[in-house]
């Protein structure tokens, strides 16, 4: 685990929750334009290839959501990845790890959360990096 891997694990949640709301409009947009299909189902099967277009488009919507929701997945799988590895952590550098990149207090803040010095708090860093490796 490095540390550039730590620093991603915020950006990956942030990306999850934006991919889940996206996944949220896509499933409400696909519901609307199903339950339009259906109040206008013999309107659209007289004009031809409407509901071609229609259907396409859901179908299109489908396929979006599907890629979507293995991305989620596969982000999820990392965020455990993370988590369990900070898990294995002794309790204070755990602590400390969670904060940093988890919660993304400063160093100052730290400290003073930990009633720790500064220096004492990158000492501790540097052996939590050196343990999730």
Do not use: F
Request: overall charge neutral; cysteine-free.
């Amino acid at each position: 685990m490095t540390k550039q891997e730590l620093k991603e694990y915020y950006w990956i949640r942030r990306n999850i929750t934006k991919s889940e709301q996206r996944l949220i409009e896509l499933e409400t947009a696909a519901t609307k334009i199903t339950a339009q299909l259906k109040n206008k189902h013999d309107a659209i099967m007289g004009q031809g290839n409407t509901s071609d277009k229609v259907g396409n488009t859901v179908a299109d919507m489908e396929l979006v959501r599907d890629e979507m929701t293995e991305q989620i997945k596969r982000s999820y799988a990392v965020l455990a990845k993370l988590e369990k590895a900070i898990e294995e952590l002794p309790a204070r550098e755990g602590y400390l790890i969670r904060s940093r990149y988890i919660e993304l207090l400063s160093w100052e803040q730290i400290a003073v959360d930990m009633n720790y010095s500064w220096k004492q708090i990158h000492r501790i860093h540097a052996e939590a990096l050196h343990q999730l490796q």
